[in-house]
C-alpha cells in the first residue's frame, strides 16, 4: 500500500455515511505507516497524540503489571485505535504490537480542532466510537472484576463448606458401622429380662448423661485414666469390647462409679447393659456431628443469601448495616482464617437502620474487608477492626487496618478505575472504583486515611430510616 484514499479509508464500518469530501480531508492530514512484526505501534506512559486506523495486519493489545502480561485484544482491519477527539486520554495505558507486518493510518491529534468545526458527519462516527469502545472495555473489566470477587469468594465458600460436608461423611459412614452392631446387643439386652423399674433406672441414668453431654472438664492425662479403670473393670466382667464401650462411656461422665451404680441395680451381667449404653450414647455422639457439621452448612447458606439478598428485587430497603457486614466477614472466613487476622467489631448497640440497596452495599463492604486482609499480608500483628455508629443523619462505617499504609502518590489515585498494584491476575483495578460509585449512587461519600501500620475507610450512608433501633 502506497497512499491512502477515502475508498481505502472506508474499511472502517462506521465511516459508511461520512461524504467523500471528509474523508478526503482526513486522508490528506494524516500519513501512512508499515510496521514489521513484533513492532510496537504504542507502549505504556507513552503520549497518546495520534489517531490510528488499521488498514491490513494486526496489532495486539495488552496490560502489564508487575511482570505480568494480560492480552486485552486483536486489532483488525477497520479498527480504531489512539487517541479519539473529546477523548480525555494523554497517555497510552497499554502496548500495541504488530502481528505480522502492518499498515495504519495515523493522524496527529492536532488536526482535531479543524475535524471537529469542519467535518460533522466524521466527528459524529469518531464519537461514536469512542463511547462504544469506553463501554465495551469498561463492561469487559467490570465482567473480570465481577469473576475474581467471586473466584475469591468461591474459593473461600468451597473450603467452609467441604470441612462440614466431610464430617458428615465421616459421621453418617461410623453410624452405618455402628447400627450393624445394634440387633446384637438389643438380643442381649431381651435375655436379661430386666424389670420395667430396672430398665427405668437404667434409661433415667442414661437420659441425664445424654441431656449433660460430653464432658470437656477432664485433660488428657485423666479422661486416659478413667477409661482405662473402666474398661478393666469391664473386662474383668467378660466384655469384649471394654476399651471402645469404655472410651464412649467415660466421654459422656459414666465412669466406674456409676457403671457400679448400674451394676447394682440390674443384679446381673453387666455387659449387655454397659454394650447398649455405649451403643445409646455412640450413636447420639453421631447424630450430634451430623447436626452440628449440617447446622454450619446451614448457617453457609443463610450467610449468602442474606449477602446475596437473592430473594429480594434490587430496590432500596431499611437495612441493618451490620447483618450485611457479618454476611461479609462469613464469606471471607477462610481467607481471615488463613491469614491469621484478628477482627474486632464495635458497633454501637443502637445503630439505626439505613434505606439502601442490599446488594449493593454488600459489594462496597466486600472490596474494603478483602482489600484490608490482603493490605495486611506481611504485617506482624493482624488486626481488622470493624465500627460503626450514627453521624448526623448519615451513619458511618469504618474498616481499618493494620497493614503497611498506602503511600502518598498512590493514595491519590486510589479511587481511579483501572489503577491498582496488584498483580495482573488480582486486580483490574475496578474495585475501589466501583465502591465510590456505589456510595455516591446512594448520597453517601467515602474518604481513605493512612500511615503506617494504620488505613482507614470511612464510609457515611445517609437514609436513615426514623424510629429504627
Given at each position: 500500500?502506497?497512499?491512502?484514499?477515502?475508498?481505502?479509508?472506508r474499511?472502517?464500518?462506521?465511516?459508511?455515511d461520512?461524504?467523500d469530501?471528509?474523508?478526503?480531508?482526513?486522508?490528506?492530514?494524516?500519513?501512512?505507516?508499515?510496521?514489521?512484526?513484533?513492532?510496537?505501534?504504542?507502549?505504556?506512559?507513552?503520549?497518546?497524540?495520534?489517531?490510528y486506523?488499521?488498514?491490513?495486519?494486526?496489532?495486539?493489545?495488552?496490560?502489564?503489571?508487575?511482570?505480568?502480561?494480560?492480552?486485552?485484544?486483536?486489532l483488525?482491519?477497520?479498527?480504531?485505535?489512539?487517541?479519539?477527539?473529546?477523548?480525555r486520554?494523554?497517555?497510552?495505558?497499554?502496548f500495541g504490537?504488530?502481528?505480522?507486518?502492518?499498515?495504519?493510518?495515523?493522524?496527529?491529534?492536532?488536526?482535531?480542532?479543524?475535524?471537529?468545526?469542519?467535518?460533522?458527519?466524521?466527528?459524529?462516527?469518531?464519537?461514536?466510537?469512542?463511547?462504544?469502545?469506553?463501554?465495551?472495555?469498561?463492561?469487559?473489566?467490570?465482567?473480570?472484576?465481577?469473576?475474581?470477587?467471586?473466584?475469591?469468594?468461591?474459593?473461600?465458600?468451597?473450603?467452609?463448606?467441604?470441612?462440614?460436608?466431610?464430617?458428615?461423611?465421616?459421621?453418617?459412614?461410623?453410624?452405618?458401622?455402628?447400627?450393624?452392631?445394634?440387633?446384637?446387643?438389643?438380643?442381649?439386652?431381651?435375655?436379661?429380662?430386666?424389670?420395667?423399674?430396672q430398665?427405668?433406672?437404667?434409661?433415667?441414668?442414661?437420659?441425664?448423661?445424654?441431656?449433660?453431654?460430653?464432658?470437656?472438664?477432664?485433660?488428657?492425662?485423666?479422661?486416659?485414666?478413667?477409661?482405662?479403670?473402666?474398661?478393666?473393670?469391664?473386662?474383668?466382667?467378660?466384655?469384649?469390647?471394654?476399651?471402645?464401650?469404655?472410651?464412649?462411656?467415660?466421654?459422656?461422665?459414666?465412669?466406674?462409679?456409676?457403671?457400679?451404680?448400674?451394676?447394682?441395680?440390674?443384679?446381673?451381667?453387666?455387659?449387655?447393659?454397659?454394650?447398649?449404653?455405649?451403643?445409646?450414647?455412640?450413636?447420639d455422639?453421631?447424630v450430634?456431628?451430623?447436626?452440628?457439621?449440617?447446622?454450619r452448612?446451614?448457617g453457609?447458606?443463610?450467610?449468602?443469601?442474606g449477602?446475596?439478598?437473592?430473594?429480594?428485587?434490587?430496590?432500596?430497603?431499611?437495612?441493618?448495616?451490620?447483618?450485611?457486614?457479618?454476611?461479609?466477614?462469613?464469606?471471607?472466613?477462610?481467607?481471615?482464617?488463613?491469614?491469621?487476622?484478628a477482627?474486632?467489631?464495635?458497633?454501637?448497640?443502637?445503630?439505626?437502620?439505613v434505606?439502601?440497596?442490599?446488594?449493593?452495599?454488600?459489594?462496597?463492604?466486600?472490596?474494603?474487608?478483602?482489600?484490608?486482609?490482603?493490605?495486611?499480608?506481611?504485617?506482624?500483628?493482624?488486626?481488622?477492626?470493624?465500627?460503626?455508629?450514627?453521624?448526623?443523619?448519615?451513619?458511618?462505617?469504618?474498616?481499618?487496618?493494620?497493614?503497611?499504609?498506602?503511600?502518598?502518590?498512590?493514595?491519590?489515585?486510589?479511587?481511579?478505575?483501572?489503577?491498582?498494584?496488584?498483580?495482573?491476575?488480582?486486580?483490574?483495578?475496578l474495585?475501589?472504583?466501583?465502591?465510590?460509585?456505589?456510595?455516591?449512587?446512594?448520597?453517601?461519600?467515602?474518604?481513605?486515611?493512612?500511615?503506617?501500620?494504620?488505613?482507614?475507610?470511612?464510609?457515611?450512608?445517609?437514609?436513615?430510616?426514623?424510629?429504627?433501633?
Open positions: 500500500m502506497t497512499s491512502v484514499t477515502p475508498a481505502t479509508l474499511i472502517v464500518p462506521e465511516f459508511a461520512v461524504p469530501h471528509q474523508l478526503e480531508w482526513l486522508s490528506q492530514h494524516g500519513e501512512l505507516r508499515r510496521l514489521k512484526p513484533d513492532e510496537f505501534l504504542f507502549q505504556r506512559d507513552e503520549p497518546s497524540d495520534y489517531l486506523i488499521l488498514l491490513s495486519g494486526g496489532v495486539e493489545i495488552t496490560f502489564r503489571q508487575q511482570d505480568q502480561v494480560r492480552r486485552i485484544s486483536t483488525v482491519p477497520g479498527n480504531v485505535s489512539g487517541v479519539l477527539p473529546f477523548s486520554m494523554t497517555h497510552a495505558q497499554g504490537q504488530a502481528v505480522g507486518e502492518t499498515d495504519i493510518f495515523a493522524l496527529h491529534r492536532e488536526h482535531f480542532p479543524s475535524l471537529i468545526r469542519e467535518h460533522f458527519e466524521l466527528i459524529r462516527s469518531l464519537v461514536h466510537l469512542m463511547t462504544t469502545r469506553v463501554r465495551d472495555f469498561t463492561a469487559q473489566q467490570q465482567q473480570n472484576e465481577k469473576l475474581m470477587a467471586l473466584g475469591k469468594l468461591s474459593a473461600g465458600l468451597a473450603h467452609e463448606l467441604n470441612n462440614p460436608a466431610s464430617a458428615i461423611v465421616r459421621s453418617a459412614t461410623a453410624l452405618s458401622e455402628h447400627l450393624v452392631a445394634q440387633p446384637e446387643r438389643f438380643k442381649r439386652i431381651l435375655q436379661i429380662r430386666l424389670s420395667d423399674a430398665v427405668d433406672a437404667v434409661t433415667a441414668l442414661l437420659f441425664e448423661k445424654l441431656k449433660a453431654g460430653p464432658r470437656t472438664d477432664l485433660s488428657l492425662m485423666q479422661k486416659s485414666a478413667a477409661e482405662d479403670e473402666l474398661a478393666e473393670f469391664l473386662e474383668d466382667g467378660g466384655m469384649a469390647d471394654a476399651y471402645a464401650s469404655a472410651e464412649s462411656l467415660v466421654e459422656y461422665g459414666m465412669g466406674l462409679s456409676e457403671l457400679k451404680q448400674v451394676a447394682d441395680t440390674v443384679g446381673v451381667d453387666l455387659s449387655p447393659v454397659a454394650g447398649w449404653l455405649a451403643g445409646v450414647i455412640s450413636t455422639k453421631l450430634g456431628e451430623i447436626k452440628d457439621a449440617s447446622g452448612i446451614a453457609l447458606v443463610k450467610a449468602v443469601k449477602y446475596t439478598h437473592m430473594d429480594q428485587a434490587p430496590e432500596a430497603e431499611a437495612t441493618d448495616l451490620i447483618t450485611g457486614i457479618r454476611s461479609t466477614l462469613t464469606m471471607l472466613q477462610h481467607k481471615s482464617r488463613q491469614s491469621q487476622v477482627i474486632e467489631e464495635h458497633f454501637a448497640p443502637d445503630l439505626p437502620k434505606s439502601v440497596i442490599v446488594g449493593e452495599i454488600n459489594q462496597v463492604w466486600t472490596n474494603l474487608i478483602d482489600n484490608a486482609l490482603d493490605a495486611m499480608a506481611g504485617a506482624p500483628n493482624k488486626v481488622l477492626r470493624l465500627s460503626g455508629q450514627r453521624d448526623g443523619d448519615c451513619v458511618l462505617i469504618t474498616i481499618q487496618d493494620s497493614g503497611s499504609g498506602i503511600p502518598a502518590d498512590v493514595k491519590a489515585r486510589i479511587f481511579e478505575p483501572f489503577f491498582t498494584t496488584k498483580p495482573m491476575d488480582q486486580g483490574t483495578g474495585g475501589l472504583d466501583v465502591v465510590r460509585r456505589i456510595v455516591l449512587r446512594h448520597g453517601g461519600s467515602i474518604e481513605v486515611d493512612s500511615e503506617p501500620g494504620r488505613t482507614v475507610f470511612s464510609v457515611w450512608l445517609p437514609g436513615v430510616v426514623k424510629n429504627s433501633p
